[in-house]
């Protein structure tokens, strides 16, 4: 056999609404393990590469490989717990935290595994929380909420949308740090969109600009920052 294919690969990704390319073109590879951060202008694209990433969106071209394999061969259901979207808001529903962090087994009709929520809580510093009303959260509580949701199914690769936007800054300081941890403390494979280039030198491995649809430049955060 040779080399082992890259976690995540698009290839020639393109994205065209309307006779509006909103991506063009896009390749990419991520290897496993490996954090890739993803800036670039309002507008760029980067919220749709994330969404076609994970088939949120579907290509109008190309495709995306996931361990070699095309995505869209792939069972909905076994792509979606592979692939976990942290999206840029944290979009909870009426109810309990417990409620939506097993929202999407749930749905499924799959059993919950008794002390997973708990656990999982307790990786995010929201230990206690299962049983509170989301309505009664902080900002930043909700975001953590989101990303226990999106590790309940405990992906291979975890796509995030600018998670820490939305926050004042002490939960955005709070958040990186668990971010930072959570991805040190595991192999898996993370794509993290931001306008932060401070965060970007602080937890990328690589980077992707992205500009007008398209990757613009590419490389270590030295190379690709101002
Ligand atoms: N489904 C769609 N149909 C039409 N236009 C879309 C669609 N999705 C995104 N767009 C447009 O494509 C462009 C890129 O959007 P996208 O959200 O990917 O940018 P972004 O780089 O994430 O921006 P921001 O940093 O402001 O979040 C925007 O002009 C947006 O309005």
Do not use: W
Not at 9 to 38: K, N, Q
Not at 179 to 191: C, E, G, K, P, Q
Request: with cysteine; charged share 25%; glycine share 8%.
């Amino acid at each position: 056999m040779g080399v082992s294919a890259p976690k995540l690969a698009a290839e020639d990704l393109s994205f065209v609404v309307d006779d509006t390319a909103i991506l063009r073109d896009v390749d990419l590879a991520v290897e496993a393990g490996e954090t890739l951060t993803v800036i670039g202008p309002s507008g760029a694209g980067k919220s749709t590469l994330l969404r076609l990433l994970c088939r949120l969106d579907e290509p109008t071209a190309g495709t995306v490989y996931l361990d070699g394999t095309d995505y869209r061969t792939l069972d909905p259901t076994a792509l979606r717990t592979r692939v976990g979207m942290v999206p840029q808001d944290p979009a909870l529903r009426d109810g309990t935290v417990r409620e939506n962090v097993t929202i999407g087994p749930r749905l499924r009709g799959e059993s919950i595994e008794p002390g997973r929520v708990e656990a999982l809580l307790a990786r995010v510093d929201l230990e206690g929380y299962a049983d509170r009303e989301v309505t009664d959260l902080s900002g930043g509580e909700a975001q953590r909420v989101a990303i226990a949701r999106t590790l309940f199914v405990d992906p291979e690769v975890l796509l995030l949308d600018e998670p820490t936007a939305s926050l004042d800054p002490d939960a955005q300081a709070d958040i990186e740090a668990l971010l930072a941890d959570l991805l040190a403390a595991s192999a898996r494979t993370a794509v993290l969109v931001t306008h932060d280039q401070a965060q970007v030198d602080r937890i990328a491995d690589r980077v992707v600009r992205v500009v007008g649809g398209r990757i613009h430049s590419a490389g270590t955060p030295g190379e690709v920052l101002p």
